[in-house]
């Protein structure tokens, strides 16, 4: 699981291959008024974009869920901006998360675009 103390924080390559993401992908962890005080919001910025965002319950340590079960994540850029770089960003910062995360088809299926951090 990602380090959920408040702030920006690089991402660590734990489940990719490479040893490291020689920072070009960072996440920060945010408190948001509109969100229970045990909820965060995460960001992962890839290249400068922010690319994914998950609305994470930090005294359960998990990604919250909707009713139907649907995890909270949603990618918030164009999909021009998911290289085949950013997609291995994507899916590290999934994993960490401890969600699927499979191919990038798979990956905006599952989760998504949509615009902005509000998921709207």
């Not at 359960?60 to 995890?71: I, L, R, S, W």
């Not at 675009?113 to 998921?119: F, I, S, T, V, W």
């Amino acid at each position: 699981m990602l380090d959920l103390t408040i702030g920006r924080w690089e991402l660590a390559a734990r489940y990719d291959a490479r040893q490291s993401f020689y920072r070009k992908a960072f996440y920060r962890v945010e408190s948001v008024a509109s969100l229970p005080d045990t909820e965060v919001l995460v960001t992962l910025t890839s290249y400068g974009t922010d690319v994914a965002v998950a609305t994470v319950d930090v005294d359960e340590d998990c990604v919250v869920v909707t009713d139907d079960g649907t995890p909270l994540v949603w990618l918030c850029a164009d999909e021009d901006d998911y290289s085949a770089t950013t997609v291995r960003h994507v899916r590290e910062f999934l994993k960490q998360l401890d969600l699927e995360a499979g191919s990038k088809a798979e990956i905006l299926k599952t989760y998504g675009l949509r615009d902005g951090k509000d998921g709207e």
